[in-house]
């Protein structure tokens, strides 16, 4: 079964810390991993695209990496800013299947 | 490049009515999603086209769900007899299938059944 998990499911932190975000995942047969950012009552949208060869993407302060073998990819963000204060979610699209599949998420709050 | 448009973006009913929601995706997207997501929980796959071709459905639609994506532009899901537990967010998001790239999602539509 291709489950994906996010730890925590909560994290709260002063502005202007470094702070790494955790996704991990059973199967890694995968064709890509996403991150995506979703404020509330909102839809979602995507920060990151890893795709399966390669090992990390830069997007401002921001930076995903992929480690398959472990099964774990994680998001880094940098002098976090109150305006990052949302739901943080990875999605894995499977080579096999047509659908994505999504961790439930860690909810980030940046304290100013 | 107009996003994804869902509508409406609420709906109260009652339960047991039958409700619709439709899905506008970028217009050069061949590839349609549904997710269904409840209060802190991620999404979760609902259906998948591509073109109009239904090519997968997840367990968790039943049989009174069902969708359609004609001509393989704009999609509906319909919701048949309503009850309290199909209360959530459904979300429709589009990719290309040229480029295996980014979802783009709508703003979805926020149901609640009553």
């Known amino acids: 079964k291709q489950e994906v998990t996010q730890i925590p499911a909560a994290l709260s932190v002063p502005e202007g810390e470094n702070l790494v975000l955790n996704c991990s995942f059973t199967?890694?047969?995968?064709?890509?991993l996403q991150w995506f950012r979703q404020d509330p009552g909102k839809g979602l949208t995507s920060l990151l695209l890893i795709q399966s060869s390669q090992r990390e993407q830069t997007s401002g302060r921001l930076n995903a990496s992929l480690d398959k073998s472990s099964g774990r990819s994680t998001l880094y963000i940098a002098a976090s800013q109150p305006g990052d204060s949302a739901t943080y979610l990875c999605a894995l699209d499977y080579s096999s299947a047509s659908k994505i599949i999504f961790g439930s998420g860690t909810r980030l709050s940046i304290r100013p | 490049d107009t996003g994804v448009s869902q509508n409406p973006r609420h709906k109260i009913t009652k339960r047991g009515q039958n409700v619709t929601f439709r899905c506008d995706p970028i217009s050069e997207h061949n590839r349609l999603y549904w997710y269904r997501q409840t209060l802190g929980q991620g999404p979760e796959f609902l259906t998948y086209f591509q073109n109009e071709a239904q090519l997968e459905k997840s367990r968790l639609l039943s049989d009174r769900f069902s969708a359609e994506r004609p001509k393989g532009s704009f999609s509906t899901l319909e919701i048949q007899r309503t009850e309290q537990g199909d209360s959530a967010m459904y979300l429709c998001?589009?990719?290309?299938?040229?480029?295996?790239?980014?979802?783009?999602f709508g703003s979805g539509t926020q149901l609640s059944v009553l």
């Open positions: 998001a589009s990719s290309s299938s040229f480029i295996r790239e980014k979802l783009f």
């Open positions: 199967d890694s047969a995968i064709y890509n």
